[in-house]
């Protein structure tokens, strides 16, 4: 089974179809009674009804390889990669096992064994070894982007209808790209540490992301306003990288190591860690576990995932101020999977907006279900992420004016909903709702002082 260069399958009975480097970890699956409470939560069997599509039926399968009943072929590797890797399922799961980390380190032997050829593996080289890891190939497609957007090029390719030759699932989501904003990273390059507003509490680092920066340049910004506003000096280390956490949810878990060590060395000296992506903070306090089989770096790796904070938790812990100045908008909150599930953070972001004066504020049915975006599932997988995502849209009100959420691909993917079903909703990110009344705020002051010192004069 083993090609040329890989590691061996593994001699252990106990993992006898595996190759013996990062296989499942069979305390993982050992506490699974296959009661069959994670069924409701699992938004994959909630669409197909069938086992091998629940969690307890990919713990069976990840199992049965492991015991040699089963073969590591394209049998075992659809199910596995059908998973949306919410982690719904552990929330739920009365023994917490563990059904993520499986998943994950099942997707890194399917590749090992059957790596991506053709046109999938192409794409998968470009994209996740090509482009992501490098800051400066990102600034370009950015770049490339928004002269995409600024020339006129957008709108001759929309009215030409050049966009029918690809696939409707790409179609639609270059129909919902945000405007293209400048990049924090560009911009404070030179910039050692950001200033706090007042006194000085605390210095913290910021993950500016990849995709984050590159498409939501205005949301990293936003973020550092918020923090700054509330006495906190930032600093944005250069030698940063991609989480890694698109390669580990593709099975690529050596390029995801290669960009966790990077991570870890680009922020050891830092206090703290703010992520505003919830797709990338699980990845940063999940790195221990690509480093299991190697001691030195687990250590570090543990370091560092306890300073990470998703920004939300971190304004919320720390006292952040509330604002003044009202939104006066009709809001509801959608739970990005990898903040509520993975790090359970979900009373801090609905206590964030509700301390905005103004807001109106609507509970979401079902807030932390699935929205079908789950990294580029919704690329790979575009049938089932739609079916997710109709699911999703069902039990968003009517008449909200914001659905505010935590992570970009949830943004994305829901403002796919809100197109397809005609709604009126904007898509937002939640520090972003702070940082408008924070700016609202400081407007009234400046008001207020020009209307003294004109009546002054």
Known sequence: MAASGQTAPCSSASISNYFSSDHPDE??????????????????????????????????????????????????????????????????????????????????????????????????????????????????????????????????????GALKVMPDHLANMESIMPAIKPSVQKKYKDVDVIPARGVPKARVSMLTGCIMDVMFGDINQSTINVLTHNDNEVTIPKKQTCCGALHVHAGDRKTGRKLAKQNIEAFENSEKVVVNAAGCGCALKEYPELFKDDPEWKARAEAFSEKVEDVSKYLYDTGYEKPQSPLNKKITYHDACHLAHGQGVRHEPRQMLKDIPGVDYTELSNADTCCGSAGIYNITNPEMAEAVLDRKMEDVPQEVEMISMGNPGCMLQMAMGVQKYGRKSEIVHTVQLLDWAYQKDKQMIQGDRSKAAAEKG
């Open 27 to 160: 305390n993982k699956w050992m506490d699974c009674v296959h009661c069959g409470m994670c069924l409701e939560a699992c938004p994959t069997y909630l669409e197909t009804g069938q086992e091998q599509h629940s969690p307890r039926g990919r713990v069976h399968l990840i199992k049965s390889v492991a015991e040699g009943k089963i073969q590591l072929n394209e049998q075992f590797a659809d199910p596995v990669f059908q998973c949306l890797d919410c982690r719904a399922c552990t929330t739920a799961c009365p023994a917490d096992v563990d059904v993520g980390g499986l998943i994950e380190e099942a997707r890194g032997q399917i590749r090992q064994a059957m790596p991506l050829k053709g046109w999938k593996g192409a794409v998968s080289m470009f994209f996740l070894k090509g482009l992501f890891p490098y800051q400066e190939r990102m600034h370009t497609l950015s770049g490339l982007l928004k002269f995409y957007q600024r020339s006129g090029l957008q709108k001759v390719v929309r009215k030409t």
